[in-house]
């Protein structure tokens, strides 16, 4: 199964929905083009919904912190949502639990933009 990106508006924060697996080839291309398009559009308040992402290789692992890098070099903030225990422990091997900002609750991650 490959990814699916789905994307909604809360206030001024684009909330993109995963669903699947996030590596090498679509999976990470899905997620590099959505990220790319929102920043085209002028959308730099992002958060990456990963609730129903069961799955991320070092592709994908890669594609997040290029988006993070991307998104921070304009001006803007990408933040992740609803790890899963497997994507979780993969961001604290990785030790990249202390690059993103992690939240569990959508509320309190859309609150954290302002």
Do not use: C, P, W
Not at 50 to 69: A, C, N, P, R, W
Not at 85 to 96: F, G, M, N, P, R
Not at 102 to 110: G, L, P
């Amino acid at each position: 199964m490959s990814i699916k990106a789905s994307t909604r508006q809360v206030d001024d924060v684009t909330v993109v929905d995963l669903s699947g697996r996030i590596t090498l080839g679509e999976g990470s291309t899905v997620l590099r083009d959505t990220v790319r398009e929102l920043l085209g559009r002028g959308q730099k308040k992002i958060l990456l919904n990963l609730g129903d992402v069961t799955y991320i290789d070092s592709s994908g692992i890669g594609e997040l912190v290029s988006g993070f890098t991307t998104v921070a070099n304009q001006g803007g903030q990408l933040k992740l949502l609803n790890l899963t225990k497997k994507v979780h422990d993969l961001l604290q091997i990785t030790k990249l639990y202390t690059v993103f900002e992690v939240h569990n609750e959508e509320a309190s991650a859309i609150r954290s933009f302002s």
